[in-house]
């Protein structure tokens, strides 16, 4: 006899992670194995790479430093994830409602570019420049799925609020059994924009540092935006074009291996 | 008696003209009664001032604690199977998780949709949705079950069978119903009293003294219906 998942104790108590069995290694294995990783290895390569003399550098330095900027979106878009959550959970309180909506109106229409010569400056000196590019992302990140998840707690049928109330579901059953599961739809549309405004962000933040301090060139954001543009100034013109490839192809491959599965996998959760 | 609501008034907000005004009626433990009004007669915030999703400005409300509301629509949740959706509204019940399952399969059972335990809400229709949403109440073992016309978006033929499904329900559960309803011939066929809602008010409370099954084609029915229809 097939029981209801949250009785199985094998099985989280979160909906969020019931993935329908063709989705379930893929989600639950397979792409989290791959970034972790990914992430891990990019970052010890990164943290071992001598000074880059770009005008001989070929397609492995253009697909490694496509890695490292990627890692760096996956560890900015976790935290923002982090985040983004409580934050949206605490303004859809109808008491808190009222002044923190208008406040988080506030910070997210800040271009958050212009605090990037502080925020570098001050990472700079705490000897942890990639700090800088991951902050920067992740507020560029934030605000998108904190929006994105209030919408989504918005758009929960007033239908559905009353039946938790009427059946007594509250806290932390109302939070895991109702509330995350209704913001999938939301939260993975938040996270595609999210993630495309960060590897504008990352590129942008890549090249700007490239280039300080005073035209010297740094090495210690090393990345897809900054190979791209050591390589135009070091006319490598193929480096620059397998920069260019490798980039383009990593968003398409993770266009179709997660963001199209993961909004497919997302419509079960829709009213 | 079960409920009773004196000089009970809502305001949403002041001079406005959809404030509820110094509402009175009771009900009896096990009596079928229906609310019948035009939309916006203010049927519905009587009934979410029944089961306290909204709060009384003044008055005197009593009801049981187990009082429970099936909506039109969008009640189930989309994510969980319909034993799912039942079992849920038990997760707080002190019984074992083999004992949930047993009393949500009951209920389903008796409204005669054990075969759908593993469907999907998006593969249920119309009909097969409010049996699993009145299934659910029942696990629960409600008081009083309040439904919100139930029966609005339903085939004439699937409409015929929930009334007898929801007629049988009252009887074996010794129920109180209350049900919401526009159509004042669904409101003869089944309930024993109607309160008619006109301008956020009760205008009329009228008897239905037919014994079941009803004959929709019989002179009093219809005389019924006439009357109802006056008072709205």
Redesign the interface.
């Known amino acids: 006899?097939?029981?209801?998942?949250?009785?199985n104790k094998k099985e989280s108590y979160l909906?969020a992670v019931?993935i329908p069995a063709r989705f379930r290694f893929y989600f639950t294995v397979a792409v989290p194995a791959m970034i972790i990783l990914a992430t891990l290895g990019v970052l010890r390569i990164v943290g071992e790479l001598p000074m880059l003399d770009y005008r001989e550098a070929d397609i492995h330095t253009a697909v490694v430093a496509t890695l490292a900027t990627l890692a760096r979106l996956m560890i900015a878009y976790v935290l923002a994830i982090v985040v983004a959550i409580p934050l949206a959970l605490v303004a859809e309180k109808s008491n808190a409602k009222r002044f923190l909506l208008p406040i988080y109106d506030i910070a997210q229409s800040i271009p958050i570019l212009i605090f990037f010569p502080f925020v570098a400056l001050a990472f700079v000196k705490l000897g942890f420049s990639e700090g800088a590019a991951i902050f920067i992302l992740f507020v560029a990140m934030l605000w998108k799925l904190v929006f994105s998840i209030i919408f989504g707690l918005n758009s929960l049928?007033n239908?559905?609020k009353?039946?938790a109330?009427?059946?007594?579901?509250t806290g932390v059953?109302y939070l895991t059994?109702?509330l995350i599961?209704a913001i999938i739809p939301q939260l993975t549309i938040g996270s595609i924009f999210a993630f495309a405004d960060g590897w504008n962000f990352v590129i942008v933040a890549e090249v700007l540092h490239a280039y300080l301090p005073n035209g010297v060139v740094a090495n210690d954001l090393f990345g897809v935006g900054s190979t791209m543009v050591s390589a135009a100034s070091a006319g490598n013109e193929t480096l620059f074009m397998y920069s260019l490839i490798a980039v383009v192809s990593m968003i398409i491959v993770l266009n179709l291996s997660i963001w199209q599965k993961l909004l497919s996998y997302a419509e079960?959760?829709?009213? | 008696m079960i409920i009773e609501f004196k000089n009970v008034s809502k305001v949403f907000q002041e001079g406005a003209g959809d404030n509820l005004v110094d509402v009175s009626f009771s009900i009896e433990r096990g009596e079928f009664v229906s609310f019948v009004g035009a939309s916006g007669s203010g049927k519905t915030t009587v009934m979410e001032l029944l089961v306290g999703a909204t709060e009384k400005t003044k008055g005197e409300i009593i009801r049981p604690k187990k009082t429970i509301m099936v909506f039109q629509k969008d009640s189930l949740l989309p994510w969980l199977s319909v034993l799912e959706n039942v079992t849920l509204v038990l997760l707080n019940e002190k019984i074992s998780d083999a004992e949930k399952i047993k009393i949500a399969r009951e209920k389903l059972a008796l409204l005669q949709i054990e075969k759908l335990a593993d469907k999907y809400p998006h593969e249920l229709s119309g009909g097969q949705t409010q049996r699993v949403s009145i299934a659910r109440a029942l696990a629960v073992d409600p008081e009083v079950l309040i439904l919100d016309e139930p029966f609005s978006a339903l085939d004439e033929k699937t409409k015929e069978e929930l009334h007898k499904d929801i007629l049988k329900t009252w009887k074996e559960h010794s129920l109180t119903i209350i049900m919401i309803s526009h159509q004042i011939e669904e409101v003869v066929l089944l309930s024993q009293r109607a309160f008619a809602m006109s301008a956020k008010k009760i205008s009329a409370e009228i008897e239905i003294p037919f014994a079941y099954p009803r004959n929709i084609e019989d002179e009093l029915f219809m005389k019924k219906i006439v009357e109802i229809r006056r008072v709205l």
Do not use: A, L, S, V
């Open positions: 006899m097939k029981q209801p998942y949250f009785f909906p019931q049928p239908e559905i009353q039946t109330q009427m059946y007594n579901i059953n059994k109702i599961p079960r959760f829709k009213f």
